[in-house]
Nanobody
Framework: QVQLVESGGGLVQAGGSLRLSCAAS????????MGWYRQAPGKQRDMVAT???????SYADSVKGRFTISRDNALNTVYLQMNSLKPEDTAVYYC???????????WGQGTQVTVSS
């Protein structure tokens, strides 16, 4: 099993930047993809960005050009650099790990990001 701990959330003004971190521990070698998801009040949890063990990335259209996902070589830590933040980016951001063998994914506890206008 893998444990995920997010950090780096907070309150920022529109146009500002934040960097989220997700530290993974446990059976990290079983992870195939790590990603960031977000959930605003009353809305479903949506994918923001993902990165594979090989380094391939994907982004939601709403964050392309503003957010960048990256990771260290061992997938111990995954980052989400968020620039040009907008009020609509306000949400709880969750880190997620997907596995090679199709097991259910693991989730972190979430970190709040609030962007004021």
């Amino acid at each position: 099993q893998v444990q995920l701990v997010e950090s780096g959330g907070g309150l920022v003004q529109a146009g500002g930047s934040l960097r989220l971190s997700c530290a993974a521990s446990g059976r990290i070698s079983s992870i195939s993809v790590m990603g960031w998801y977000r959930q605003a009040p009353g809305k479903q949890r949506d994918m923001v960005a993902t990165i594979t063990r090989a380094g391939s990335t994907s982004y939601a259209d709403s964050v392309k050009g503003r957010f960048t996902i990256s990771r260290d070589n061992a997938l111990n830590t995954v980052y989400l650099q968020m620039n040009s933040l907008k009020p609509e980016d306000t949400a709880v951001y969750y880190c997620r790990a997907d596995y090679f063998l199709g097991r259910l994914p693991s989730w972190g506890q979430g970190t709040q990001v609030t962007v004021s206008s």
